[in-house]
């Protein structure tokens, strides 16, 4: 009786030390998991720095992209050609919001865009408070075309289903208005045709919802820095062109984004203020900070993101995005790319433990009734 009684003793401080080695190992498995996942986002953002830059990218991405989306190619193309001589300096910053498809109920899509327009022209009012001499480069992609052009020109009106909140101009003749010096729209559900800055195959053909009023007035006063990029047989920004080909609103980037890229970089440099150094207050030298800003706040200083899409799905603030951002659509990567490893392992450890638990209290009642 005592023998057998020893044994379940014996067996209970195995199991009991079996499932702490487990824990230990699933805490092990995470920390490298937080290693690795560290690691892969200071490849794709190797410093987040709080200087200022000689030119400054900030970029609205399209609907349920992660941040930068498709953006960010072109955003290491300008750069590349601003910095090649190696005498400026180059960074971006993401603007902060949803990005909610227009298929999300009602009002969510008009939200995700004043909360985006909203954002937008805040972050560069800050951005820009700090950095009087950076030159600022807006682009914006599908839903991010929207948010970018509310930026310059002031916004509001019917969009998908919805009203969206209507919000005043950036003033050309103030800043951060008047450190603008390229702007950058693809595929706008908001095109209007035959404009100064219509631009593309499709750019006699109207979008679902075209600017007129004071919003294309306003969007006029930077007619010598923008471009409103649209593709033939887009059915978001050239309603009308037939046949419909939906992979004409996907690919802008690969299409158009060497071109665009050039005509940002020369456009950036012809209106900057300055064609080499100091780029603000500390002259454009990047230093690294670990603050982490508000969504609402500036954080500039991003640095290039290494590859396509980025699949940390954070803004290049270094703040996180709101749960909509972390859908999957248009061509975006779902959950960003990182999460899963960890979700499994989550869930092999939620399995194991009951098994554990159960066997440990079954010897130990054992026991004590021997």
Not at 144 to 164: K, S
Not at 237 to 249: E, F, S, W
Request: a neutral charge; one cysteine or more; glycine letters at 12%.
């Amino acid at each position: 009786m005592v023998t057998l009684r020893l044994l379940a003793v014996a067996l209970a401080a195995w199991l009991a030390a079996a499932a702490a080695d487990d824990g230990q190992r699933h805490l092990q498995h995470l920390q490298q998991l937080q290693r690795e996942r560290r690691n892969d986002l200071e490849a794709r953002q190797a410093i987040v720095s709080t200087s200022c830059h000689d030119y400054q990218l900030f970029i609205a991405r399209g609907s349920d992209e992660p941040y930068p989306g498709r953006a960010a190619t072109l955003i290491r193309d300008v750069c590349g050609k601003l910095t090649k001589d190696g005498k400026v300096t180059c960074g971006y910053e993401d603007i902060v919001f949803n990005a909610n498809v227009s298929t999300a109920p009602a009002p969510a899509y008009c939200v995700s865009t004043a909360e985006g327009s909203a954002n937008g022209q805040q972050q560069m009012k800050t951005y820009a408070g700090r950095c009087k001499d950076s030159n600022l480069i807006l682009v914006g992609y599908s839903q991010g075309g929207i948010v970018a052009q509310d930026v310059m020109g002031g916004g509001g009106g019917p969009l998908f289903e919805c009203d969206q909140a209507t919000n005043g101009p950036l003033k050309k003749t103030e800043s951060p208005g008047s450190q603008i010096v390229a702007a950058l729209t693809f595929g706008s559900f908001r095109h209007t045709p035959n404009q100064p800055f219509s631009f593309g195959p499709g750019a006699n053909f109207p979008g679902v919802r075209p600017r007129e009023g004071d919003q294309l007035k306003n969007l006029k006063v930077y007619e010598d820095r923008y471009r409103d990029w649209c593709n033939s047989n887009d059915p978001i920004c050239a309603v009308g062109d037939k046949p419909i080909i939906v992979a004409n609103h996907l690919n802008y980037f690969q299409v158009f984004g060497e071109e665009a890229a050039t005509w940002l970089a020369e456009t950036a440099v012809k209106n900057s203020k300055q064609k080499s150094g100091g780029g603000g207050d500390d002259g454009g030298a990047s230093k690294p900070s670990s603050a982490v800003d508000k969504p609402t706040a500036s954080s500039p200083g991003q640095s290039l993101p290494a590859e396509t899409a980025s699949s940390t799905g954070q803004p290049g603030s270094g703040t996180t995005p709101s749960a909509g951002a972390q859908k999957d659509g248009g061509g975006g990567q779902k959950d960003g790319g990182q999460d899963k490893p960890e979700e499994k392992s989550s869930a092999g450890r939620s399995m194991a433990e009951p098994v554990l638990v159960s066997a440990l209290c079954v010897l130990v009642t054992f026991a004590v009734s021997l």
